[in-house]
T-cell receptor, first 115, second 111 residues
Framework: NAGVTQTPKFQVLKTGQSMTLQCAQDMNHEYMSWYRQDPGMGLRLIHYSVGAGITDQGEVPNGYNVSRSTTEDFPLRLLSAAPSQTSVYFC??????????????FGPGTRLTVL | AQSVSQHNHHVILSEAASLELGCNYSYGGTVNLFWYVQYPGQHLQLLLKYFSGDPLVKGIKGFEAEFIKSKFSFNLRKPSVQWSDTAEYFCAVRGNNRLAFGKGNQVVVIP
């Protein structure tokens, strides 16, 4: 298993540009989520999904969209990038079953800089 | 919504010293508790987790944590640290389909 994969690893955007961060997992996990990590802030939940076709907002959803058309993929879209979105983005997934979201497995992260 | 507090954001200690990182959470329902570690330049890895049963949980690399329900705490300990334990440590609590993280403890172990 490849686990949780994220692309790209690094990205530089200009203010106002849009882009999609890709996340995929091959563990048949129903639950997937996106976090952003900023110095001194820990990880903050952006959006999450409990299964294909179901998404919900986390703690800091503004400026981001997600969709979950398949179990494997959970892309994160930045609609109009802003410098405040400069961060490291982590995707995570966890085991099947809606009631027992156990250990989350994290991807390697995408380091995004918005100029 | 649940929240997590971690104290002493920056910790510097010498090899062989003991480490204890505090974690307090707030959540009204049944919680699952985690400690994650992030080594420099790497992604988060699970150190240990608590769901139920014995409140003293043992994890990888000699780490352990104790769940004290009355104090809403889940403190992480290691009796003797090594230089390779230099990392950032995050406490997390899961409730209501969400995993909330603390702000982390940056631990530096001096050889």
């Amino acid at each position: 298993n490849a686990g949780v994969t994220q692309t790209p690893k690094f990205q530089v955007l200009k203010t106002g540009q849009s882009m999609t961060l890709q996340c995929a997992q091959d563990m048949n996990h129903e639950y997937m989520s996106w976090y952003r990590q900023d110095p001194g802030m820990g990880l903050r939940l952006i959006h999450y999904s409990v299964g294909a076709g179901i998404t919900d907002q986390g703690e800091v959803p503004n400026g981001y969209n997600v969709s979950r058309s398949t179990t494997e993929d959970f892309p994160l879209r930045l609609l109009s990038a802003a410098p405040s979105q400069t961060s490291v983005y982590f995707c995570a997934s966890s085991a099947p079953g809606r009631r027992t979201y156990n250990e989350q497995f994290f991807g390697p992260g995408t380091r995004l800089t918005v100029l | 919504a649940q929240s997590v507090s971690q104290h002493n954001h920056h910790v510097i200690l010498s090899e062989a010293a003991s480490l204890e990182l505090g974690c307090n959470y707030s959540y009204g329902g049944t919680v699952n508790l985690f400690w994650y570690v992030q080594y420099p330049g790497q992604h988060l890895q699970l150190l240990l987790k608590y769901f139920s049963g014995d409140p003293l949980v043992k994890g990888i690399k000699g780490f352990e944590a104790e769940f004290i329900k009355s104090k809403f705490s889940f403190n992480l300990r290691k009796p003797s640290v090594q230089w390779s334990d230099t990392a950032e440590y995050f406490c997390a609590v899961r409730g209501n389909n969400r995993l909330a993280f603390g702000k982390g403890n940056q631990v530096v172990v001096i050889p």
